[in-house]
């Protein structure tokens, strides 16, 4: 939600950046604390951007 937020304020790239930051982070920390494996996490980010190039595609964003 904080990245619908940032990518109205500021430009694509640094919005891309610290989306893919956020994500590096809550993945690792899923695997870390064993609530998810590798292959689950990468599924997971994987999916998540595909709805989200869907729905934005969807809204003419």
Excluded: Y
């Excluded at 940032?6 to 920390?29: D, E, K, N, S, Y």
Aim: proline letters at 5%; zero cysteines; glycine letters at 8%.
């Amino acid at each position: 939600m904080i990245l619908v937020v940032l990518a109205h304020l500021w430009p694509p790239a640094p919005t891309l950046i610290v989306g893919a930051l956020l994500v590096a982070v809550i993945g690792w920390a899923r695997i870390r604390i064993s609530h998810h494996d590798l292959a689950q996490t990468l599924a997971g980010a994987l999916l998540a951007a595909a709805i989200t190039w869907g729905v934005l595609s969807l809204v003419g964003l």
